[in-house]
């Protein structure tokens, strides 16, 4: 019996770790049987399988495209908050937008990777709550777009609706109260209000497919944050090549705060700002 690790074997995990890398990038290493294990066993029994071996080999060999997107949304992690960091949103308001109204009659965001909606709504606010910074730029001419390459979580997204262990993370009573209603009396759910909601636009997105864009044009930022973390070098420079292919010439990208642009990507200044760093594109 071929030697396994957490139930898998070395043959199965292998070619899995191939299939989920050209699935959506995330390079899951030598040593993550235990992550495939806890990720994938709760869906055995509704495909009939009776151990991890046999599910992964229904997942490769079958051909079945809707199982395949499931095994992916299952293996990515989808870990956010509001305000995630605090800086790329500060960062925004004092220095992006005024910059970016200065020369333009419109901005466009986009939060590539935006899981289940906190990132793209957290910059909406902001914007909102800064209003009066934007004179000469109407709200309208404002467009936040929001992809990521899972469905359930863009659901939840355009859904808006968020129960209060959710917002606890991140939001403060101020934005809670401005921007958010109670579902129903009773309820512990809230709704995030049209005003925000209208501002961004969900997409489903796959960041690897460099051949095509979710949106025309380039955009004046990209917040593509702790999504390139799972990203072995040579796909994060595919991508990072990409994401600046999308970038007007002093656009900015924000990236994760532990996230860098490798050396190997020219012409993208790194600036500090407050305890972290943005990137703008001068080439
Ligand atoms: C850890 S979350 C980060 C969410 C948010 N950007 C933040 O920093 O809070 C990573 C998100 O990236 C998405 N993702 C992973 N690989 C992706 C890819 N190849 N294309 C698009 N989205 C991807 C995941 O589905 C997940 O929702």
Request: net charge positive; with cysteine; hydrophobic share 40%.
């Amino acid at each position: 019996m071929e030697n396994e690790d957490h139930g898998i074997s070395q043959k199965n995990y292998a070619l899995f770790c191939d299939f989920l890398k050209d699935s959506c990038g995330v390079d899951l290493k030598d040593n993550r049987a235990y992550l495939v294990s806890s990720r994938l066993s709760p869906l055995l029994r509704g495909y009939g399988c009776m151990n991890l071996n046999e599910f992964i080999e229904k997942v490769l060999f079958s051909n079945d495209s809707f199982l395949r997107k499931i095994v992916v949304e299952a293996m990515v992690t989808h870990e956010t908050k509001w305000f995630r960091d605090g800086y790329p949103f500060e960062f925004l308001v004092d220095t992006m937008i005024p910059e970016i109204k200065d020369k333009s009659r419109e901005v466009k965001i986009w939060s590539a990777g935006c899981s289940m909606g906190q990132e793209p709504y957290s910059i909406a606010m902001a914007i909102l709550r800064n209003s009066c910074r934007l004179k000469g730029l109407p709200l309208n001419q404002v467009r936040i777009f929001a992809t990521d390459l899972s469905m359930s979580a863009l659901n939840f997204a355009r859904e808006g609706v968020f129960c209060t262990t959710d917002l606890s993370r991140g939001l403060s009573k101020e934005y809670m109260d401005r921007f958010f209603s109670p579902v129903g009396a009773l309820s512990s759910e809230y709704r995030i209000c049209d005003d925000v909601k209208s501002m961004v636009c969900f997409r489903h997105h796959n960041l690897i497919k460099t051949g095509s864009r979710p949106f025309m044009g380039k955009c004046d930022a990209i917040y593509c944050r702790n999504v390139m973390i799972y990203f072995d070098l040579t796909t994060k420079l595919k991508v990072l090549n990409y994401l600046k292919s999308c970038l007007k010439t002093d656009g900015y990208l924000l990236l994760g705060s532990s996230e860098f642009v490798p050396k190997e990507i020219s012409g993208m200044d790194m600036m500090r700002y407050s305890n972290g760093v943005v990137y703008k594109k001068i080439a």
